[in-house]
């Protein structure tokens, strides 16, 4: 089983920030990585899939990259609602595995 | 607009079983494979199952095989689980999630939640 590591666990910022978040895998996935957002008591939301496609209705400030080990999505400038857990999930072994999640909150 | 609306959580005995439902709508429901992910209170993802659009091919995480079976009736837009011989650790909420790609959930339910204690 292919393991994700995502860090930091947690990145204090401030609205209006760029906030770079990292996920390594413990062998290469490939491009077949995708990021998710997750707020408090909702369901995750796709944000980038296959490392660095945005997902339908996914603002531009949203961007992902990397290959094989390492991976991370960028959001070039924080908005109010970014403020989330972010999770890496790989799909290029079964079974699809996710990251610990990375918590980005206002500082 | 898609939407997928799951129930049948609730509380349950260890040992005991219990069945899900995601009703799916807003989409053509037999042109997509369906997964179930869950979420241990408080905790990460972690993929359950998934089936092929005609039902066909199931894949299953370790952890559950041989106790869940994940269906699907195409006719009635709706994706199950079975669960049977439920412990503690599979307490979680449970998504129903269209894929996009192969294993790139792109769209969620809002879970439901399966408490096993006794």
């Known amino acids: 089983e292919i393991v994700l590591t995502q860090s930091p666990a947690t990145l204090s910022l401030s609205p209006g920030e760029r906030a770079t978040l990292s996920c390594r895998a413990s062998q290469s996935v490939s491009s077949y990585l995708a990021w998710y957002q997750q707020k408090p008591g909702q369901a995750p939301r796709l944000l980038i899939y296959d490392a660095s496609n945005r997902a339908t209705g996914i603002p531009a400030r949203f961007s992902g990259s990397g290959s094989g080990t390492d991976f991370t999505l960028t959001i070039s400038s924080l908005e109010p609602e970014d403020f989330a857990v972010y999770y890496c999930q790989q799909r290029s072994n079964w079974p699809p595995t996710f990251g610990p999640g990375t918590k980005v909150d206002i500082k | 607009e898609v939407q997928l609306v799951e129930s049948g959580g609730g509380l349950v005995q260890p040992g005991g079983s219990l069945r899900l439902s995601c009703a799916a709508s807003?989409?053509?429901?037999?042109?997509?494979?369906m997964s179930w992910v869950r979420q241990a209170p408080g905790k990460g993802l972690e993929w359950v199952a998934n089936?092929?659009?005609?039902?066909?091919?199931?894949y299953y995480v370790d952890s559950v095989k041989g106790r869940f079976t994940i269906s699907r009736d195409n006719a009635k837009n709706s994706l199950y689980l079975q669960m049977n011989s439920l412990r503690a650790e599979d307490t979680a909420v449970y998504y129903c999630?269209?894929?996009?790609?192969?294993?790139?959930?792109?769209?969620w339910g809002q879970g439901t939640l399966v408490t096993v204690s006794s």
């Open positions: 999630a269209r894929d996009g790609k192969w294993l790139v959930p792109s769209y």
């Open positions: 089936i092929k659009q005609d039902g066909s091919e199931k």
């Open positions: 807003g989409f053509t429901f037999s042109s997509y494979w």
